[in-house]
């Protein structure tokens, strides 16, 4: 099955051709012509999402269960044009856009489980208390309630699972809330398709059409328009900290700020403690060189920083580390935008003092082989740089003098998505030191394994302290994520017939 886009933007329902066009860059195969978003579009969207919510909002979890379905059945229908058009753009291979597939559409069918079960509406009930002294308690019930339109913007490095029908639209439309997406220029096809299975699914269902419109392109003003529209209630963003921080300043200068979720990167540290690099060193730097290497370094979880102290152990980590990468081919990068970025960060990281040079490669147009680096402690706390995330597959080997200079290593972090300790038994002490640091940085902390790869589950929590994200109580991965779309409402003494369903 072939799929060709038409390039329009779907606004509640209709597809619109814009003024003025933008042209697709596919690693492989034709380009395309697309619509370029306006304000103007951003507008009617919002609008349409709006009307949408006041039956969209109020309807009862069985529907937005089968809307749920819905869309994961038409996006299965799909798969195929998916498929091609997803490598064509994007340059991944066919079994991780396949993959990326099956998570998209078991996130919507978990997200349509969740709700069923109804443990995410926090029920509580206070009974009135009439005759209590000195002041009788009313009957109090309270229940979460969705929050209204919600705007999501496409992510670069998932063009399927953070994207159009991912994780933050998923658990938006769980939660009751409309979304609004702006696609990210860098897979607009795939955008496109999906919101072609959207489409059809709210026809299928008979949902108001506003309740999910697709706007692609557009340059700054697009972003700015929707985040700052009086109608939209919160954003779910993932994508880079410059982007992502103009974003989140935008929502807070609003005249009704409103929570922006972002996700925007890490260096997901490692810290491989003495025993288990004594023990197994060499297979802790192969696993490491797959991680780091896995879909050309371009995950946010991708751990970018081992941790070692100084010692034989640590060289000939070192040495197997650069021997698991040296055979390791170039691969094609997302864009030609993102793979200019990672020769700035490699050249960032090489210039910087104190820093070793153990693997360089050539790396030119969209293609990306892995580059490795060591450094000292010393050198990293007086360099709070080397902390900044290099979107690719870089690696930093940090080698400290002793317990003492790891642990104020772990201390100098900044917010992280991910830690991870890598330990046998005879390194438990300094994992008990560790861990009180560790879970105060990260929003995962791992034992043994290597963060790429973020299970979709009720336990998952992807997101963390600042810079990892920009709300550290929320999670854009897991059943969790449907807790930023909701806001708790108490209703003191109401009658039942004047309740949400959920409550009577």
């Known amino acids: 099955m072939t799929f060709t886009p038409h390039g329009k933007h779907l606004i509640a329902g209709e597809w619109i051709a814009g003024e003025n066009t933008f042209q697709s860059e596919p690693a492989h195969g034709a380009a395309h012509d697309f619509s370029v978003g306006t304000p103007a579009l951003v507008d009617k969207a919002v609008q349409a999402a709006e009307e949408a919510f006041w039956t969209y909002g109020y309807s009862s979890r069985q529907q937005r269960a089968d809307f749920l379905n819905a869309i994961a059945d038409e996006i299965e229908a799909r798969a195929e044009?998916?498929?091609?058009?997803?490598?064509?753009?994007?340059?991944?291979?066919?079994?991780?856009?396949?993959?990326?597939?099956?998570?998209?559409?078991?996130?919507?069918?978990?997200?349509?489980?969740?709700?069923?079960?109804?443990?995410?509406?926090?029920?509580?009930?206070?009974?009135?208390?009439?005759?209590?002294?000195?002041?009788?308690?009313?009957?109090?019930?309270?229940?979460?309630?969705?929050?209204?339109?919600?705007?999501?913007?496409?992510?670069?490095?998932?063009?399927?699972?953070?994207?159009?029908?991912?994780?933050?639209?998923?658990?938006?439309?769980?939660a009751g809330c409309p979304v609004v997406v702006k696609g990210h220029s860098a897979h607009p096809g795939t955008g496109e398709i999906i919101a072609e299975a959207v489409h059809a699914a709210i026809q299928k269902c008979g949902m108001h059409p506003g309740v999910f419109s697709l706007i692609q392109g557009g340059k700054r003003d697009v972003g700015t328009a929707l985040v700052q529209h009086p109608l939209i209630n919160a954003v779910g963003f993932t994508g880079s900290l410059g982007g992502g921080r103009a974003l989140f300043d935008l929502c807070a200068q609003r005249e009704n700020p409103i929570p922006f979720f972002g996700e925007l990167g890490s260096v997901n540290p490692m810290f491989l403690l003495p025993s288990a690099l004594a023990a197994r060193g060499a297979d802790l730097a192969a696993g490491w060189a797959g991680s780091l290497t896995m879909g050309a370094g371009q995950f946010c979880t991708n751990p970018g920083i081992s941790v070692v102290i100084n010692g034989p152990d640590a060289d000939a980590f070192i040495e197997a580390a650069t021997k698991a990468l040296e055979p390791m081919g170039a691969q094609t990068m997302l864009t030609d935008g993102i793979a200019a970025a990672y020769r700035a960060g490699r050249d960032r990281v090489a210039g910087s003092a104190g820093v070793q040079e153990l693997l360089t490669s050539t790396c030119d147009l969209r293609n990306a082989t892995p580059y490795l680096y060591a450094t000292t402690g010393k050198e990293w706390l007086a360099n709070h740089a080397l902390g900044e995330e290099v979107f690719g597959p870089l690696g930093l080997i940090v080698r400290v003098e002793d317990e003492a200079e790891m642990l104020a290593m772990a201390r100098s972090l900044q917010g992280q998505l991910t830690c991870t300790l890598h330990m046998d038994d005879g390194d438990t002490d300094l994992g008990r030191k560790l861990m009180p640091v560790l879970e105060r940085k990260a929003g995962r902390v791992l034992a043994?394994?290597?963060?790429?790869?973020?299970?979709?589950?009720?336990?998952?929590?992807?997101?963390?302290?600042?810079?990892?994200?920009?709300?550290?109580?929320?999670?854009?991965?897991?059943t969790l994520a449907i807790r930023r779309f909701l806001r708790p409402v108490c209703y003191q003494n109401m009658p039942d017939a004047l309740l949400p369903g959920d409550l009577q």
């Open 81 to 174: 044009a998916i498929t091609q058009i997803g490598t064509e753009e994007t340059g991944l291979p066919e079994a991780r856009l396949m993959g990326e597939r099956g998570r998209t559409t078991g996130q919507l069918r978990l997200f349509a489980s969740h709700i069923l079960a109804g443990d995410y509406l926090d029920r509580r009930h206070d009974q009135a208390l009439p005759d209590r002294a000195p002041l009788p308690r009313p009957d109090l019930k309270m229940v979460q309630r969705p929050i209204g339109p919600v705007a999501v913007f496409g992510a670069s490095n998932f063009p399927l699972a953070f994207s159009t029908a991912g994780g933050d639209t998923a658990s938006a439309l769980a």
């Open 448 to 478: 043994n394994g290597f963060p790429t790869g973020v299970e979709v589950c009720d336990a998952m929590v992807h997101g963390g302290p600042y810079p990892a994200s920009t709300n550290f109580g929320a999670t854009s991965v897991g």
